[in-house]
C-alpha cells in the first residue's frame, strides 16, 4: 500500500504498524537489551539489541518509506553511517567526492580511512564531467553531497550516475539538506542514500542519529552486517523520538522553503552582503539543475559579507537575538554558524577557501518562526 502514499501520508503511517500486543497506535520503546527465547534457535525474530530493536525496525521501515527505498539502517549518529560505507572498501580503493562537504565527513575520510590505504580526491563536482579526470580502476565510490555544505553548491545526481554506470563504482549521497521531502536520489541513479538523522529527519534538536537507505539486498546485508559487528546503533528511545518527528516533516519542510526563500531574497538586497548562497536563486549556477531533480529549495542559507574578515563574522553571529550561534541544523528553532571556525574548522584553510567557505561566510538553518521576526533579527545584526 505504501508504494502508492502521497509523501505526507508516508511521514504520518510508513512502517509505523500499531503495537499487536496493545493496540497502541504510537511504537512502544522497546527498552530492553536482549529478549527471552522459547528454546535453542527459537525466538520471535530479536535476540540481542544491538542487532535489532523493534522500535529500530520501526523507523528503519519508516525512512526506506520516505525514500522510496528496499532497506534502511539506523547508526548512532550521521559520520557512523559514513563510517559504515567507507568500511565497504578495501586498500588501494579510491573515493571521489565534492570539495565542499561538511567538515567531519572530510576528517574521517583523511584521518581515518586515509591510513588504512584508501585514496580520496576532493574534486569541484558542480559539472559531472570533471569525474572523467578522476575515475580510473581503483574507483570504488563517488560521494556527493548536494546541496554541500555549507556553500549549497548542486551537484547533477543524474549526471554523475550516467558517468559510472556499468562500472563497478558505488554512488553515495549525502541527503541532509534537502531531507527526502525535496529529493530522493535513489530514483534519481544513487545507490546509497545518508542522512545525518539529527537534522530535519528528527526535527527538534534533540537526537544525534544517522541513515542509510538503499535498494540492493546484497550490500544491505554487508552493511547490516557492519551495523552489527561495529555496534554503532542508537537506543530505543531515540528511535521513538525521529518516528515522532517524522509525522511533521513534511508541514516543517514547506516552513523552512517558505522562510528560506523569504531570508534569501532580503539578504541578495542588503547593502552589506557580498554574495548568497540559495539554489533557489535563479541567479545561482546550477539553479536550473537544482529545478529538476528538488521539489523545492529548502532553508539552508549562507552569506559572505563585503567586509571578508572573521571579525566582521563575529560581529553579526554575536548580535543576533532570535537566531541562536550552535553547530547543527533543521531543527524547527533558527540556528547561525560560522563555518570556518566552526563545522568546517577541520579543513585546511587554504582547501576551505578554495571551496568558497571564507572567513566572512556565516551559515543560517531557517527555522519555522515568524519569517518577519527572523528577517528584523538579522537585519538588526548586520547594521
Known sequence: MQDNMKFATKAVHAGVEPDPTTGAIMTPIYQTSTYVQQGIGNHKGYEYSRTHNPTRTALQNSLAALENGKHGITFGSGLAAIDAVIKLLSPGDEVISVNDLYGGTYRIFKTVFEKFGIKFHFVDMRNADILDQYINANTKLVWVETPTNPTMQIVDIVGVANKIKGK????????????????????????????????????????????????????????????????????????????????????????????GRVMAEFLVKHPKVAHVNWPGLPSHPNHEVAKTQMRDFGGMVSFTLKENTIAAANKVVSAVKIFSLAESLGGVESLIGHPATMTHASIPQAEREAAGVLDSLIRLSVGVEDINDLVADIEQALS
Open 168 to 259: 563497478s563504482i558505488l554512488l553515495g549521497v549525502d541527503n541532509t539538506f534537502a531531507s527526502p521531502y525535496l529529493q530522493n536520489p535513489l530514483d534519481l541513479g544513487a545507490d546509497i542514500v545518508m542522512h545525518s538523522v539529527t537534522k530535519y529527519l528528527g526535527g527538534h534538536s534533540d537526537v544525534v542519529m544517522g541513515a542509510l537507505i538503499l535498494n540492493d539486498d546484497e550490500l544491505a546485508q554487508r552493511l547490516y552486517t557492519l551495523q552489527n559487528s561495529c555496534g554503532a546503533v542508537h537506543g530505543p528511545q531515540d528511535a521513538f523520538l525521529v518516528l515522532r518527528g517524522i509525522k511533521t516533516l513534511h508541514l516543517r519542510m514547506k516552513a523552512h522553503c517558505e522562510n
